[in-house]
């Protein structure tokens, strides 16, 4: 059989710890993944990384494939006698021709240990996705293909209203078969949300812009503000300022009592033209008025 180099295959030295080699597996399957790389080999070097996670995730598996030694990859070899004596033939002879993937497959099922074979859970596994600020204030369903070692899968995902970024849903027993009656693995999604237009999203806090009129936020107003759940009035008080943030309670991502705030963000904006009316109400305010937006600036100074 020919050997293959999973540590090279997942990009990570052969002394990497296992949160290393899942980090590595998670990068590199988000690049490789056939639904979404451009690249011509996607669809092999996927197939490779699964492969590769697959025995290096497991402590047994990994030791294993590290007393087969470290060789060159597609280099000719047979494992040791002693190898099989302590690990297991896999129930194939000593020169029979087959794959890298076969033997530890074989010895991961428990047909060579000598023993009766005993239960293995399935592999878990890990994909991410990614979905509007609405669909996750609001929950969907989401449609997910997956191009696993044994072939691709279709997901037919239920996001339930009020996830956050970050978050992260488990199917149970839809990950790997287990063997000997061991459980089947879970697959867990994450969700990332996709930027917004006009939201800023923190946690289950919403930000957003606020533009107002330097009379709205010197005599304040009553202005219209689009929401996730639809149009409410914004009561801005009287003398706001920029920067000012107004909270909307109970109006960002979430449900029920976990629900989280909406801010409105002030920013003053002023005409960039003015009709001569205009222009001279604007010059009879600054007449007028003694306010100074520097005073505090030059009484630091001082």
Do not use: C
């Not at 990497?16 to 639904?35: G, S």
């Not at 191009?147 to 209203?161: I, K």
């Not at 909307?248 to 003015?274: C, E, F, N």
Request: aromatic share 6%.
């Amino acid at each position: 059989m020919k050997f293959k180099d999973y540590y090279a295959a997942l990009e990570v030295p052969r002394d990497a710890d296992a949160e290393t080699i899942k980090k590595a597996y998670r990068r590199l399957a988000r690049k490789y993944h056939p639904d979404v790389s451009k690249e011509a080999d996607a669809e092999a070097r996927f197939k490779d990384l699964s492969e590769a996670y697959e025995t290096l995730r497991d402590p047994e598996q990994r030791a294993a494939y590290d007393a087969l030694g470290n060789r060159r990859p597609g280099e000719e070899f047979t494992a040791p006698g002693d190898w099989r004596d302590h690990f297991g033939g896999g129930g194939f002879a000593a020169g029979e021709d087959i794959d890298l993937a076969d033997l530890l497959d074989a010895l991961r099922r428990g047909r060579g240990g000598g023993g009766r074979p005993h239960p293995r859970a399935g592999q878990d596994h890990d994909i991410s996705t990614s979905l509007s600020v609405e669909d996750a204030h609001r929950g969907t369903t989401l449609e997910l293909h997956l191009q696993r070692a044994d072939g691709p899968q279709t997901l037919h995902v239920t996001v339930p209203p009020g996830v956050t970024d970050g978050q992260k849903l488990r199917l149970r027993g839809q990950g790997g078969k287990g063997r000997d009656g061991g459980s089947d693995g879970d697959i867990y999604v994450h969700l990332h949300l996709l930027p917004h237009p006009r939201y800023r999203v923190d946690g289950r806090d919403l930000y957003f812009d606020l533009t107002l009129a330097p009379w709205e936020a010197a005599l304040g107003a009553q202005v219209p503000v689009t929401t996730l759940d639809g149009e409410v009035i914004v009561t801005v008080p009287r003398g706001t300022h920029s920067g000012h943030k107004l909270r909307l309670r109970g109006r960002g991502l979430g449900s029920a009592s976990k629900r989280g705030d909406l801010y409105a963000v002030v920013q003053i904006d002023v005409p960039t033209t003015l009709t001569a009316r205009e222009r001279e109400l604007f010059e009879a305010l600054a007449a007028e008025s003694k306010f100074d937006p520097r005073k505090s600036e030059q009484e630091a100074r001082a």
